[in-house]
């Protein structure tokens, strides 16, 4: 059922004993989320934990330092952006018909939780859960939830940079940042530095960029045998797929990476009108207009092959 | 003289025919300001033009593409985003005793102008042009000064990253957000999008990275012989320096440029306590506590281990 700020204010005042999960590989949303409505229905006087399926990366470690868990018993499981039970984590499916409320922004929530309270404008859950605080006055902000809901508005938008950003985003990040929280400080965690080997990483894939149709494709592959002589760690390529449009002229960047001996992962991104969806629903994969992806059980050569005429077909060039 | 935004305002209201004043080697926050407050100008009946000593970069162009010159004989000069009458340019040294309205945000402004509104908790100079059009009600904003504006204050604080960026700044960016300006687009161009020259740079920058005092500090340096070599232009090593911070445990960052046969010039980057501004005060250099630079007539290698030597003292390491 999906419901309004005011219904979840009114369930949140009614009810108690909650276990707040998020989902699992959690990011910085989710994880800003999660302790950010803890520490409102703490403030509210009721008691409150924070679950996740996965260990909570280190780079947080400033939003869960100072969080200790409670000790009740559970009575009011919440979600916050999990727009899928499954995206809970296999540990956590116990979890998934029991969820009395989920509070997220994602426009493919399945409704799965008794009741949903979505915004799909929003750009973060945190912009959410910020709205549903203030409107609702269930709480006066204060540092260590302006700390949560800021550093989950900050991840999910790039720093403000994407489109999903808008007004209220902005207007969020102003109440917010009138607490005294180190948002620069945060955001330089949060975007400018980075491990050794992620800077191998991305270096390693921009060095080894192709560029395709006067530029207007790039592609990026990455073997398993490059890995294992590199020693670049597997864990370090989140988010690399976009490091394919870096160079100002592409249109359509694709990062292929070795899964298995015989299996590529294609990721497509897509900077202008190119619909890369389309594109990977040839090859069996799908996604978003600007972000999507595919499988291929063939050699990393003719994978590219492939990719690369499917992108000059949508490109309007010849391959 | 110091005037407030009401004194401004009757200034811009009494006063006609604007020649405004980029700084030169110009930025976001200048191109924004000028071409923002010309419009604001020619909205309220002025005659206004914008000028700078350097060309404008291409980067830039969706700000000034549909500006045209007005034809009409200069009684008032502005200065925009220009804290030193030296930041004008040689070719505009003319202008420098003649400016009568100043816009800036930097506490360094020398007062050269025969008015000066500065705010210098700003972080932009298009912030302070947004407080001025609004609070004083020059004009109603629109999607051409909104762009402007926005892109001034979005390059400025690396698109609302940096600790300059306050509740103001967000406030202001969600009003210019109102307009449709096209902000994701903006900011992809702005921060994301590179040439295939940058990308070769800071993949050369970034190989060459050494660390010292188990990588408390970084250095890399780029000799003439360097960019002969790999054909590096110099015109895209603008902020290059940042780069040397991104390894997460870096506290000082140096970046090493040979300007001359056996000239270098070496820009520091703090991202913790250390002040480095000290640290090239003893070289005969200085700047800020986070940004400085100082210069060696030597050796690269001799420069390297100088500097090196003097940021261990700093960091409390031996050499």
């Known amino acids: ?118 915004e799909p404008d929003a750009a973060a859950a945190c912009q959410v859960i910020f709205k549903l605080m203030s409107s609702q006055k269930l709480v006066e902000c204060d540092e260590n939830i302006a700390k949560c809901l800021y550093t989950g508005i900050a991840t999910d938008t790039g720093c403000f940079k994407f489109d999903s950003c808008g007004p209220e985003t902005h207007f969020a990040a102003a109440e917010l940042m009138k607490f005294d929280i180190g948002a620069g400080k945060i955001n330089r965690r949060m975007f400018d530095q980075k491990s050794r080997a992620r800077i191998a990483v991305e270096q390693h894939v921009l060095g080894s960029m192709e560029y395709y149709f006067d530029e207007r494709c790039s592609v990026a592959a990455v073997s398993l045998d490059d890995m294992h002589k590199t020693g670049l760690p597997a864990d370090e390529f989140e988010g690399i797929a976009g490091l394919t449009t870096v160079l100002e002229t592409v249109e359509v960047g694709v990062f292929i990476r070795q899964k298995e001996e015989h299996k590529f992962k294609a990721s497509l991104r897509s900077t202008g009108d190119i619909d890369v969806s389309a594109i990977c629903s040839k090859f069996g994969g799908g996604g978003h207009v600007k972000a999507a992806g595919c499988t291929f059980e063939t050699s990393i050569e003719d994978a590219k092959t492939q990719i690369v005429k499917a992108v000059g077909e949508a490109l309007g060039e010849k391959a």
């Open 1 to 118: 059922m999906q419901i309004n700020f005011k219904e979840a204010a009114d369930f949140l005042r009614e009810n108690d004993c909650y276990h707040i999960l998020t989902h699992a590989s959690p990011d910085g949303d989710t994880i800003g989320s999660g302790f950010g409505l803890c520490a409102i229905l703490r403030k509210m006087g009721k008691k409150a934990n924070v679950y996740c399926a996965d260990e909570l990366p280190r780079r947080y470690d400033f939003i869960y330092e100072g969080y200790e868990p409670m000790d009740f018993e559970l009575k009011t499981v919440v979600a916050v952006d999990v727009a899928d039970p499954k995206l809970l984590g296999k540990s956590f499916a116990h979890y998934a018909d029991k969820v009395a409320l989920c509070i997220d922004h994602h426009i493919s929530n399945t409704g799965y939780a008794k009741r949903t309270l979505v």
